[in-house]
């Protein structure tokens, strides 16, 4: 590859600018600073699109589970970045993001919280705030959908029984999991945490919809109210 260091993209040799590449090479041959400099389409008045790529993935440690966490407002403050680049960065991550998850085989048996949380931690991934979900279930105890619940800030989100088992009630389930997060990264249930797991458990057993488990997800692991003989 020619030396390229602040010479505009459309001086460098063709096989060496990304879009010419990926045309010549596929995708797979492009890096990740290439890639996202596709992406963004141009860079600043002092670097190209691919320096600028590659600082920004250098700032957040060239790890893109990293980046992909990084609000809007957050890849802004790059210079050369403005608003339409930052959303073109957020979206391609997320459209990755769900091509992953559409990629899940068939619906397993979710007995067991293990089971749960691999099914269903793409939920949680990346998230700076809480998010509460529950996970509708059919007599198999395989998933009929997620639905997401509540969303609120970085240590708290408000989860209303209302809402969460009317639709429980509209698609006949026949059992839950309730799922939230903690972006902190603390695994322990807090006190409200644990009272609002046993006011749904209550409403539960009076719909007769069994409630399988309460999960807190963080992105090192999961904490289980079933396994923990908490609900």
Same mark, same amino acid.
């Given at each position: 590859?020619?030396?390229?260091?602040?010479?505009?993209?459309? #001086?460098? /040799?063709? !096989?060496?600018?990304? %879009?010419? =590449?990926?045309?010549?090479?596929?995708? +797979?041959?492009?890096? *990740?600073?290439?890639?996202?400099?596709?992406?963004?389409?141009?860079?600043?008045?002092?670097?190209?699109?691919?320096?600028?790529?590659?600082?920004?993935?250098?700032?957040?440690?060239?790890?893109?589970?990293?980046?992909?966490?990084?609000?809007?407002?957050?890849?802004?403050?790059?210079?050369?970045?403005?608003?339409?680049?930052?959303?073109?960065? #957020?979206? /391609?991550? !997320?459209?990755?993001? %769900?091509? =992953?998850?559409?990629?899940?085989?068939? +619906?397993?048996?979710? *007995?067991?919280?293990?089971?749960?949380?691999?099914?269903?931690?793409?939920?949680?991934?990346?998230?700076?705030?809480?998010?509460?979900?529950?996970?509708?279930?059919?007599?198999?105890?395989?998933?009929?959908?997620?639905?997401?619940?509540?969303?609120?800030?970085?240590?708290?989100?408000?989860?209303?029984?209302?809402?969460?088992?009317?639709?429980?009630?509209?698609?006949?389930?026949?059992?839950?999991?309730?799922?939230?997060?903690?972006?902190?990264?603390?695994?322990?249930?807090?006190?409200?945490?644990?009272?609002?797991?046993?006011?749904?458990?209550?409403?539960?057993?009076?719909?007769?919809?069994?409630?399988?488990?309460?999960?807190?997800?963080?992105?090192?692991?999961?904490?289980?109210?079933?396994?923990?003989?908490?609900?």
């Amino acid at each position: 590859m020619q030396n390229s260091t602040h010479r505009p993209i459309l #001086a460098w /040799a063709e !096989e060496d600018r990304p %879009r010419e =590449k990926l045309l010549l090479q596929g995708p +797979k041959a492009l890096s *990740n600073a290439e890639i996202l400099a596709i992406l963004i389409g141009s860079g600043s008045r002092e670097k190209t699109a691919v320096e600028l790529s590659r600082d920004i993935l250098s700032h957040f440690d060239n790890n893109l589970d990293v980046l992909a966490s990084a609000s809007v407002d957050k890849l802004m403050q790059f210079k050369g970045i403005g608003e339409a680049k930052a959303i073109a960065i #957020a979206s /391609a991550l !997320e459209l990755g993001r %769900r091509r =992953k998850e559409s990629r899940l085989e068939e +619906k397993p048996v979710l *007995n067991t919280s293990e089971k749960a949380y691999i099914y269903f931690k793409h939920l949680f991934y990346d998230l700076s705030h809480e998010e509460f979900w529950i996970v509708l279930l059919d007599k198999a105890l395989k998933p009929i959908r997620p639905v997401q619940i509540g969303r609120g800030g970085v240590s708290a989100v408000i989860a209303d029984p209302k809402l969460i088992f009317k639709p429980a009630i509209e698609s006949l389930s026949s059992a839950l999991f309730i799922f939230h997060n903690h972006p902190s990264g603390r695994l322990l249930p807090s006190d409200a945490d644990m009272q609002l797991t046993k006011n749904m458990k209550r409403v539960a057993e009076i719909l007769d919809i069994k409630l399988i488990d309460h999960l807190i997800f963080t992105n090192k692991g999961y904490f289980s109210f079933s396994d923990q003989n908490m609900l």
